[in-house]
Each structure stands twice: as structure tokens, then as C-alpha cells.
């Protein structure tokens, strides 16, 4: 990452670390991945067409529909049942419709010789009545025919009715007929011309190439291309019959893909025809199912005006027109290439994953033997410790107290303290691994004396036994060298602490606390090693040497420069120091945290 700052012109680059894990089981699995990842992005380069830019098409719709239907109806003249044969053809069964729609009639229910007057209305459960008190002048319903004189007449026999002013005689509710009056209508044939554009790509097309066989008709494998449709096979491709769906109607779907490859060395645009039915075949009667309306045809019969009511069943056919043209972008290209590239970071994710789940909790659950999954844990662990480092949020309030009887350190928070340090619990956090790279900074006056052979080394260990307590120590002194605070009453706390959580003897006594804290030979190559042109006058010296004597024992008790940080020095360590090296004015300001 660059930043840049205003003049003068400074500018810095940060990277990430990366850990290279010489391991043979997870390298082939990275390297799998890496495999898998780039066969995924050639599959769907090549197969998907992404170096192509895609456009939708614009489309416009023509049909024609061609056939001859004959129709038997049967008609009462005179009391006798006649029948009547009529030829039925385009004119007569196709109806224009908006959009890119049409409509194919298949089945018919005519109401002849209705003129405007009064007449009973037909017999329902609302239109029955037995007196004038069940008809409402003037009432009309969506379901009505017509609106109600309010007065209840014969419509037929014993059957009353409210009489309305309508058309008359009222159309009677009556099914379809079976089989449909125009059941050959599965045999007309529907021809679609469909013109596409595609603006952006300066392409044209139509379905309708010149020179096609206007004699042929659609089929699925044998005549793909054909733009010429039977009836009958739309509805055999969706697995209905043609003759179940036009007694009461239906909608089918007949849709028309596009997928145009433009590019000039593999130039591809052709239609790809399929059907889908898109009425609910399943509806029940009070569904109103199917597909169906009215209309009528009007004349004058005697002056008289007179028209013929007719609903109609049929299908309504939707064309449906969709898809897209796609030709080679180097924009594309090169914007699909730079999003896949992610896919390879999956490989470090999963092993990241896999390593972080099976790492030393598996190893410490007390349910398990260590010793018989320690081995694979132990090598997660590692590189979990070399990757990930976990932090606490440094709140100015954060403290940290170790005690050298204890193997962890204690995290306590300031906000909660009541009483003093020595007394507060707090949480345990374990302490970070050993860091041997400082010791190589000291003199070599600190390293290891020359050993004769056959002499035995001589160690100063740390006695635990318990030394006389300082006549000023408090009460909460555990190694009976810690000196009462001079801060004020509310934040003595703070200081209020001991190098031990039990009774023994004090760190200060250590031969570790004396060579690597009280040193003055190690304390000033310490501090001329950060900064080799610092001036120690005498004035300044002692207070240098202090605060750097802090800050070793710190950093040796508490491992971690972080933890250092926040680290509350014993009362007994710092008093040690102190007396090391003097402040002149003898006043001193006590713990002060870095943020």
C-alpha cells in the first residue's frame, strides 16, 4: 500500500508476510486447489463466453395462422333438432390481439336473437325468487345480466325469477360442448416471422432466412429451424392433448432463444424453438378454468336492432423472445481474468482453516492422551504461533502484574479495582514464548565464564526462604522488601503490589534481577545501542538508567514488548531500582501508561 504525504514528497510501501511452509501434505493440497481453480476459470472462459460482451436483442413478432375447420351444430327449429353444417376459416376463428399474441378459437356457445327489453333473469341461487319482496328495483350485481325491475316472474314451469332489463332471452349457463366444435384445429398451422437487433453490436437478424421451404413444419430433431407450427405438435412437445385443452381453453408459450455468438472466426446466431404450457391445467370449475370471452355480431332485423352473443373458447398463443449477442471485448477479457484470480486464494484459506481448527486445543483436551495427537497438533501449533498473534484492546485502563510464583500473568482492569493490586484476581493469560534474541545485544562481560573441566558450574537460585521483613514493608508484602506508595489515597492501588502471590524470597535477590535490571554496564550498552550518540552527563544519567531498568524488567518478566507496556512493577523491583539510581529531588511520579 502507498501513502503519501504533502511536500515534501514521501512515499511508503507495505506488504503482507508471508510463511513458507515446507510441507509436503499441504503443498499438494495448495497445489490442487491452484489446479482446480484454474480448469474452473478456462470451463467457464470457453464455455461461458466471458471475453464477450452481451447485449439483449430488440424483437418484433409477425404471425399468420392458416387452416379450414368444419363445424356440425345442432339447432332446435320449430321443435325439431336440426343440424347445421358451417366451414369455418381464418377469418372466422383468429382474433387480433396486442402485444406478441394470438388467438386460435376451438369451441363456441351462441345466444341468437337477443334485443333490448325485459325478460326473467336465468335461474341461480341469487336470481330465484317467489314474490316482488325478492327482487330490489333497480339492484344489479357484477354477476347479473341486466338491472332488476324489481318484480319476480316466471322464467319456466314452477321457476321464478327477478325480471331485469337487458338483452334478451338471457344467455344460459351452459358447458362447453364435447368434443370441442373445432377440434381439427390442431391440424392449422401458425407462422412466425421474428425479426432481432442488436443495437450495440450493429447486427440484424431474422428467423425467416430467404430461400427456406415454405412447405415445411417444425420438428424437434428431424426440422429445428422451421419456422411453420401444427397446433397439434406445439401441445404433444408439453405432453398435453390438443383436444383435452380446446373444449374450455388454454395458454401456451412458445418460446423463441437467441443466443448469438457474433465473433467473425465462429459466427453463430440461430433460433432455438421451445413450449411451455402457462395456464393452470389443474384449475376447478370454480377457477375459471381454461381460456375464454365474448363477443357479439349485431343486425337490424325489422328495425329492429339484434345481435348474437357468442363465447368463445380457444387458445391464446404467447410468443415469448428472449436472449443475447455476445462478441469478444478485450475490456471483458480482461475484467474476468482480474476477478478469477481471488479463486487461487482459496487454496491458503482452506489450509489456514484447516490448521487453525486442528491446532493445540486438539492437542490439550483432557479427553485425548497428548502423546498419542500430539504430533500433528504440535506441528499446527507452530504455524499457527508464526501467523497469527492475538492482541487484547489497549485500553488505557488495562494493567498486567506478574508474580515470580506463577507461571501466567494476571490481566486486571483498571475501572474494577477496589483494593490493591496483590488482592485482585484478574484473568490469567499465559505467558509468551521465551525471546533469546536481546541477550545476544548484551556485553560480553554477561556471557558464560570459561568452565574448567570436571568443575561443577555454580547458579545462584532464587531461595525460598522467607526473608526478614522491612520494618516499613505493608501488610500485602509477600517478600518483605515492598515500601508503602507515596501516591494519593485514590490511586495507591496501583502500587500496591508484591514480586510474589505467597510467601519467599524476593526477585530482587535473584542473579538474574542484578545482572540483566541493575547492571549499569548493561543498562548504558543498552541504551547506546538504540541511540549510539546519547550524551549521559551526570545530571540526566541516573534518570535514564532508571527508566531503562524498568523497562528491562519489564520486557524479561513480561515477555512481550505489548504486555510490557502495561506492566505494573512490583513495589519491592521498583523501590530496588530506585535506590540504584536516585532521583535528586527524591520524588517520584509513579506508573505511567504509554497511551
Not at 440484424?204 to 415445411?216: D, E, K, S, V
Request: glycine share 6%.
Amino acid at each position: 500500500m502507498l501513502a503519501c504525504s504533502q511536500p515534501p514528497l514521501r512515499c511508503h510501501y507495505k506488504t503482507v508476510k508471508a510463511i513458507h511452509s515446507q510441507n509436503t501434505w499441504l503443498g499438494t493440497l495448495k497445489n490442487l486447489f491452484m489446479v482446480g481453480s484454474f480448469v474452473y476459470i478456462c470451463f467457464a472462459l470457453v464455455s461461458d463466453k466471458r471475453y464477450q460482451r452481451k447485449e439483449p436483442l430488440i424483437s418484433s413478432v409477425h404471425t399468420k395462422v392458416k387452416g379450414i375447420a368444419e363445424v356440425r351444430e345442432e339447432i332446435i327449429e320449430s321443435g325439431a333438432k336440426k343440424v347445421v353444417q358451417s366451414v369455418f376459416d381464418t377469418a372466422d376463428y383468429t382474433f387480433p390481439l396486442q402485444g406478441n399474441s394470438f388467438f386460435v378459437m376451438t369451441n363456441f356457445l351462441k345466444t341468437e336473437g337477443q334485443e333490448q327489453g325485459l325478460c326473467p333473469e336465468y335461474p341461480t341461487r341469487r336470481t330465484l325468487c317467489s314474490s316482488d319482496r325478492g327482487c330490489k328495483k333497480g339492484w344489479m350485481d357484477p354477476q347479473s345480466k341486466g338491472i332488476q325491475t324489481g318484480r319476480c316472474i316466471v322464467y319456466k314451469g314452477n321457476q321464478k325469477t327477478c325480471e331485469v332489463s337487458a338483452w334478451c332471452p338471457i344467455e344460459a349457463v351452459e358447458e362447453a360442448p364435447r368434443p370441442a366444435l373445432l377440434n381439427s384445429a390442431e391440424n392449422f398451422t401458425v407462422l412466425i416471422k421474428n425479426n432481432i437487433d442488436f443495437p450495440g453490436h450493429n447486427y440484424t437478424t431474422r428467423n425467416f432466412l430467404p430461400g427456406l421451404n415454405i412447405t415445411c413444419t417444425f420438428h424437434k430433431t428431424q426440422n429445428p429451424q422451421c419456422p411453420i407450427f401444427r397446433l397439434g405438435d406445439i401441445f404433444r412437445e408439453t405432453g398435453d392433448h390438443f383436444s383435452d385443452v380446446a373444449i374450455q381453453g388454454g395458454i401456451m408459450g412458445i418460446e423463441i432463444y437467441w443466443d448469438c455468438n457474433l465473433d467473425r472466426w465462429f459466427h453463430r446466431c440461430r433460433p432455438k424453438y421451445s413450449f411451455r404450457r402457462l395456464d393452470d391445467k389443474t384449475a376447478s370449475e370454480s377457477s375459471y378454468p381454461g381460456y375464454n370471452f365474448r363477443y357479439a355480431k349485431y343486425y337490424k332485423e325489422n328495425n329492429v336492432e339484434k345481435r348474437t352473443l357468442i363465447k368463445v373458447f380457444g387458445i391464446r398463443f404467447d410468443i415469448l423472445v428472449f436472449g443475447t449477442g455476445g462478441k469478444f471485448d478485450i475490456i471483458q477479457l480482461i475484467v474476468f481474468v482480474g476477478s478469477t484470480l481471488s479463486y487461487f486464494g482459496l487454496a491458503t484459506l482452506f489450509i489456514d482453516f484447516l490448521i487453525n481448527t486442528y491446532s493445540s486445543k486438539f492437542c490439550r483436551s483432557s479427553i485425548y492422551p497428548c502423546c498419542k495427537y500430539c504430533e500433528p497438533c504440535s506441528v499446527n501449533e507452530y504455524y499457527y504461533r508464526k501467523k497469527c498473534e492475538s492482541i487484547v484492546e489497549p485500553k488505557p485502563t488495562l494493567k498486567y502484574v506478574s508474580f515470580v510464583d506463577e507461571s501466567h500473568i494476571r490481566m486486571v482492569d483498571q475501572q474494577l479495582l477496589g483494593r490493591s493490586l496483590q488482592d485482585v484476581k484478574g484473568e490469567k493469560v499465559p505467558r509468551p514464548s521465551m525471546d533469546f534474541t536481546d541477550l545476544s545485544r548484551l556485553p560480553l562481560s554477561l556471557q558464560d565464564p570459561h568452565v574448567t573441566p570436571g568443575q561443577p558450574e555454580d547458579i545462584q537460585l532464587l531461595s525460598e526462604e522467607v526473608t526478614p521483613r522491612h520494618k516499613d514493608s505493608p501488610h500485602w508484602c509477600q517478600c518483605g522488601n515492598c515500601l508503602p506508595s507515596q501516591l494519593p489515597e485514590s490511586h495507591r492501588c496501583l502500587e500496591e503490589l508484591c514480586c510474589r502471590k505467597k510467601m519467599g524470597a524476593c526477585i530482587t535477590t535473584s542473579e538474574p534481577f542484578r545482572k540483566l535490571v541493575l547492571s549499569r554496564r548493561v543498562l548504558q550498552f543498552l541504551l547506546l545501542y538504540q541511540e549510539p550518540l546519547l550524551v549521559l552527563d551526570a545530571d540526566s544519567t541516573n534518570s535514564q538508567l532508571r527508566h531503562c531498568a524498568y523497562r528491562c524488567y519489564a520486557t524479561w518478566r513480561f515477555g512481550s514488548q505489548d504486555l510490557a507496556d502495561f506492566a505494573i512493577l512490583p513495589s519491592c523491583c521498583r523501590w530496588r531500582i530506585r535506590r540504584e539510581f536516585p532521583k535528586s529531588e527524591g520524588q517520584y511520579s509513579g506508573f505511567k501508561s504509554p497511551y
